[in-house]
């Protein structure tokens, strides 16, 4: 692989997703903010990536950005059955019901947004749940970490600001999503991505994002 590198933010769910991979698999793969290149919108950084989004990959003159796609790049191709496209439709169900309404999580919303976004994430969960226990887990990758289980990042956004800003229990009536957090929570590199976003999270508390959004602070403590 030719010099590689990664453009996240610790506190990006959708980083987190890669940054598991590459400390999974241990890949001779860079991880830099893209502040060093003058942030997302900069001309440095447009002139790779356009969209001006992380995560974003540069392996040599090959230059990729949305996390499906450098996920697919990155995996080794998943054995055929059932498991595999299990995998992908909780990812997929991830990105298209979850993705479009993330940022009423964090950004001033209306009603309608809130309303909107919060009927998207119960449907999400839903979903997982639903497809865990068809495949009984614990984990997507039935024993080992797979593409599916690779939403965990976002779930620490779901975790610190659900409960604490909208009275919304993120397990309740789903146990199989349950006792798949549980054995998220008992992988090592699970923990170490879950404690940079935890991390982040924080940071934002501390700058009063969540308090001028929602007229409080919170504590993270969900790991």
Same mark, same amino acid.
């Given at each position: 692989?030719?010099?590689?590198?990664?453009?996240?933010?610790?506190?990006?769910?959708?980083? @987190?997703?890669?940054?598991?991979?590459?400390?999974?698999?241990?890949?001779?793969?860079?991880?830099?903010?893209?502040?060093? /290149?003058?942030? /997302?919108?900069?001309?440095?950084?447009?002139?790779?990536?356009?969209?001006?989004?992380?995560?974003?990959?540069? $392996?040599?003159?090959?230059?990729?950005?949305?996390?499906?796609?450098?996920?697919?790049?990155?995996?080794?191709?998943?054995?055929?059955?059932?498991?595999?496209?299990?995998?992908?439709?909780?990812?997929?169900?991830?990105?298209?019901?979850?993705?479009?309404?993330?940022?009423?999580?964090?950004?001033?919303?209306?009603?309608?947004?809130?309303?909107?976004?919060?009927?998207?994430?119960?449907?999400?969960?839903?979903?997982?749940?639903?497809?865990?226990? /068809?495949?009984?887990?614990?984990?997507? @990758?039935?024993?080992?970490?797979?593409?599916?289980?690779?939403?965990?990042?976002?779930?620490?956004?779901?975790?610190? !600001?659900?409960?604490?800003?909208?009275?919304?229990?993120?397990?309740?009536?789903?146990?199989?999503? @349950?006792?798949?957090?549980?054995? !998220?929570?008992?992988?090592?590199?699970?923990?170490?991505?879950?404690?940079?976003?935890?991390?982040?999270?924080?940071?934002?508390?501390?700058?009063?994002?969540?308090?001028?959004?929602? @007229?409080?602070?919170?504590? $993270?403590?969900?790991?």
């Amino acid at each position: 692989m030719d010099k590689s590198v990664l453009y996240s933010y610790p506190i990006s769910n959708y980083s @987190g997703m890669v940054r598991d991979v590459i400390y999974r698999l241990e890949l001779p793969i860079d991880i830099r903010d893209p502040r060093e /290149l003058g942030g /997302l919108k900069a001309q440095e950084y447009l002139a790779k990536f356009p969209t001006g989004k992380i995560p974003a990959l540069e $392996v040599g003159d090959l230059k990729l950005y949305e996390s499906s796609v450098i996920l697919d790049y990155l995996l080794p191709s998943p054995a055929e059955g059932e498991r595999k496209y299990y995998n992908l439709l909780a990812a997929r169900v991830h990105d298209i019901y979850h993705g479009a309404h993330q940022p009423i999580l964090y950004r001033e919303s209306s009603e309608e947004q809130r309303s909107a976004g919060l009927q998207a994430f119960r449907f999400t969960l839903d979903e997982l749940d639903r497809i865990l226990e /068809l495949m009984k887990g614990p984990l997507f @990758g039935g024993e080992e970490i797979g593409r599916g289980d690779l939403v965990y990042p976002t779930f620490g956004f779901y975790l610190h !600001i659900l409960p604490n800003y909208y009275d919304f229990d993120v397990f309740t009536g789903r146990d199989s999503l @349950g006792a798949w957090w549980a054995a !998220i929570k008992r992988d090592s590199i699970c923990q170490k991505v879950l404690s940079e976003i935890a991390a982040g999270l924080q940071e934002w508390e501390d700058a009063g994002v969540f308090s001028k959004i929602y @007229g409080k602070v919170s504590n $993270v403590d969900f790991i």
